[in-house]
């Protein structure tokens, strides 16, 4: 099975874990670059993934192994091994916004403690240490950048177990914890 993606000026095919790229005038090569590791997990049946940042899997592990990556739930895993665009595009976002949030933390937050919930696209949910925030489904770090501000200017840390809400335009309702 092989499986094709069309990016701006580069034709890549992917097979196995091994990329032929086609580049624009048709010069033919093996682009090693962009063979990525793992970044995330994908919550499966009986295992996770392991999927790079392309949203490619890479491999599984037991889910008796206690996970060491960002975990996200609600993506479908058959899909995701079929490369289905809305799973492989769900695992990018995931990606990124597991990227995102371990980066700008302050170092509060561990990769393993964090979970994404992508249940419903339209609300992408994240739980860390005890935090839940609502993202909806865009515009992620304008949305954490709120977040980030509002911490600066209240004692509200992500570790603290309040519940973040940052659905709505320009707005971080903040709810503490019960």
């Known amino acids: 099975m092989m499986n094709v993606r069309i990016w701006t000026g580069l034709l890549l095919v992917v097979l196995g874990t091994t990329y032929f790229s086609l580049l624009t005038g048709w010069s033919a090569g093996i682009d090693r670059e962009s063979v990525s590791q793992p970044s995330v997990l994908v919550k499966a049946s009986r295992a996770w993934f392991l999927v790079d940042g392309q949203g490619i899997v890479r491999g599984a592990i037991s889910h008796?192994?206690?996970?060491?990556?960002?975990?996200?739930?609600?993506?479908?895993?058959?899909?995701?091994?079929?490369?289905?665009?809305?799973?492989?595009?769900?695992?990018?976002?995931?990606n990124e916004l597991a990227?995102?949030?371990?980066?700008?933390?302050?170092?509060?937050?561990?990769?393993?403690?964090?979970?994404?919930?992508?249940?419903?696209?339209?609300?992408?949910?994240?739980?860390?240490?005890?935090?839940?925030?609502?993202?909806g489904s865009d515009g992620f770090r304008e949305k954490w950048d709120r977040v980030i501000q509002v911490r600066a200017a209240r004692s509200v840390s992500v570790s603290a177990g309040h519940a973040l809400d940052l659905r709505f335009p320009n707005t971080v309702i903040v709810r503490e914890p019960q």
């Open 99 to 135: 990227k995102l949030l371990l980066e700008s933390d302050d170092r509060q937050l561990r990769a393993r403690d964090l979970q994404l919930d992508f249940s419903d696209p339209e609300n992408i949910v994240a739980a860390l240490n005890g935090t839940t925030i609502y993202f």
């Open 64 to 94: 008796d192994r206690p996970p060491m990556l960002p975990q996200l739930h609600g993506i479908d895993s058959r899909a995701l091994l079929r490369q289905e665009f809305s799973a492989v595009d769900a695992a990018r976002t995931g």
